[in-house]
């Protein structure tokens, strides 16, 4: 496991940018910058970030909204085997592998498991052409569901969009998942937007399972190996 950023020193990261900049010169525009950073992290309504303030902090982030709550800022902490693991302020995580959610903590009905990630059309690259467009996998919660339940989806591309993040346009292409939970009867759609350059999922609204809370996030500043 490669650690990236230590949980004691998330919210000091914030701030030392700000003094790298040279903001310690005036106090007043410091407090303000720091303030700014602050709120964005356990503020009561949707966090918003600035290209600039995503450039200050030297480590890969994102916006992550989940069900009715406010949307966050989270920073990535550790890589394990091309899982990438996002922290919030207030500890909760998220783990994403090649733009699918694949664990949680911290958000009640959470995912404990997905299976198959090495078939999945993602990790294969759903820009390829040779890449399968169906895919099935073994999913299992922390609470209600547990013990693994069979899930099966189907990919469907559906063309070019612009999606505005950071104030700016960027080209995507969108592809919708259908998933299906057969043992319940359940089916769902997930959305993927995918740089038509690099193949990586920058945006996805992503539901954690059948009838819970779906989950939006967004790359501000992507890991780079």
Not at 16 to 40: K, N
Not at 75 to 83: R, T
Not at 156 to 169: A, R
Request: with cysteine; glycine share 6%; net charge neutral.
């Amino acid at each position: 496991m490669k650690k990236i950023i230590g949980l004691d020193l998330f919210c000091v990261l914030l701030v030392i940018p700000l003094i790298l900049l040279g903001l310690t010169g005036c106090s007043q525009q410091f407090s303000q910058w720091s303030q700014t950073f602050l709120s964005a992290l356990s503020g009561p309504k949707d966090t918003s970030m600035t290209s600039q303030q995503v450039e200050q902090i030297p480590y890969a982030s994102a916006y992550l909204k989940v069900g009715e709550a406010p949307r966050v800022f989270v920073v990535l902490a550790f890589v394990d085997n091309q899982q990438l693991k996002w922290l919030t302020a207030d500890k909760n995580r998220v783990v994403t592998r090649f733009g699918r959610l694949v664990e949680t903590q911290g958000f009640g009905e959470d995912i404990q498991h997905v299976g198959n990630l090495d078939s999945d059309p993602l990790s294969l690259g759903l820009l390829k052409p040779d890449t399968p467009k169906q895919w099935h996998t073994i999913v299992s919660w922390s609470q209600v569901l547990r013990g693994g339940y069979d899930v099966q989806s189907v990919f469907e591309n559906k063309g070019p969009e612009i999606l505005t993040i950071l104030n700016e346009p960027r080209q995507t292409v969108r592809f919708d998942e259908q998933v299906t939970v057969p043992t319940l009867n359940k089916h769902y759609t997930n959305q993927y937007w995918l740089d038509p350059d690099s193949g990586q999922v920058v945006q996805s609204h992503q539901y954690m399972g059948p009838n819970m809370a779906l989950v939006q996030f967004t790359v501000l500043r992507p890991y780079i190996q």
